[in-house]
């Protein structure tokens, strides 16, 4: 049980243009998913944090114009690089949760911004 | 503030062997959970082991076991028997149970490899 998908799970793409990551609790409904990004040889970075139906809360220091985050429905968050530039090049993770259990992990997605 | 330490960034072990991988935190909380992650190559986040503070007795999940020592705040993980497909970054976690905050905190990770 608690199984989170993401997809894709690597994209290459040009720099300007827009990559919509989603994020999907497949057999259990996540009242909380969160969004992280992992440069290489370092720990998770929580980019931002995110309530069914209601905008997500941002990190200090992450631009929300630049990644938008959408969480629609109980199963579904994603997250948009807007204009991706070289420096949007990451490992992104989101993860799930509903209230007093762990957070599920998704595979993650490796984004690589030409 | 409340922080995760993983003092260690590297160890290694020799398959079969016992390892214990150590962490150490910082918080007022008086209730809280602990978290082992564990991250192979393949980069999925895998949760390992979970001790809740109110609990005295250290979790244990087949070759993985927690020395809990809430006073010291101190929660290492030991793996028992290692095995090649042990090999993979750990992450010390912890997240308060009250005060509404969902956030996971991470320590930096320490990268254990497993020697055939």
């Known amino acids: 049980g608690a199984v989170v998908s993401q997809h894709p799970s690597w994209v290459i793409c040009k720099s300007g243009t827009s990559v919509k990551i989603e994020c999907r609790s497949l057999?259990?409904?996540?009242?909380?998913m969160f969004w992280y990004r992992q440069f290489p040889k370092q720990s998770l970075m929580l980019m931002a944090t995110?309530?069914?139906?209601?905008?997500?809360?941002?990190e200090q220091g992450v631009e929300k114009d630049k990644f938008l985050i959408n969480h629609a429905s109980l199963t579904l968050s994603t997250l948009t690089v807007t204009s991706a530039h070289p420096e949007d090049s990451s490992f992104y993770i989101c993860s799930a949760r509903t209230p007093h259990q762990p957070q599920h992990f998704g595979d993650g997605t490796r984004l690589s911004i030409l | 503030a409340q922080t995760v330490t993983q003092s260690q960034p590297e160890m290694s072990v020799q398959e079969a062997e016992t390892v214990t991988l150590s962490c150490t935190y910082d918080t007022s909380e008086s209730n809280y959970y602990l978290f082992w992650y564990k991250q192979p190559p393949s980069r999925q986040m895998i949760l390992v082991i979970r001790q809740e503070a109110y609990k005295q007795q250290n979790a244990t999940e087949n070759r993985f076991s927690v020395n809990f020592q809430k006073a010291a705040k101190s929660f290492s993980l030991k793996i028992s028997d290692s095995q090649l497909g042990d090999t993979a970054m750990y992450f010390c976690?912890?997240?308060?149970?009250?005060?509404?905050?969902?956030?996971?905190?991470f320590g930096k990770g320490m990268k254990l490899t497993v020697n055939p």
């Open positions: 976690a912890f997240i308060p149970t009250q005060g509404g905050s969902e956030k996971l905190v």
């Open positions: 057999d259990f409904q996540a009242t909380t």
């Open positions: 995110s309530n069914e139906g209601s905008k997500a809360t941002y």
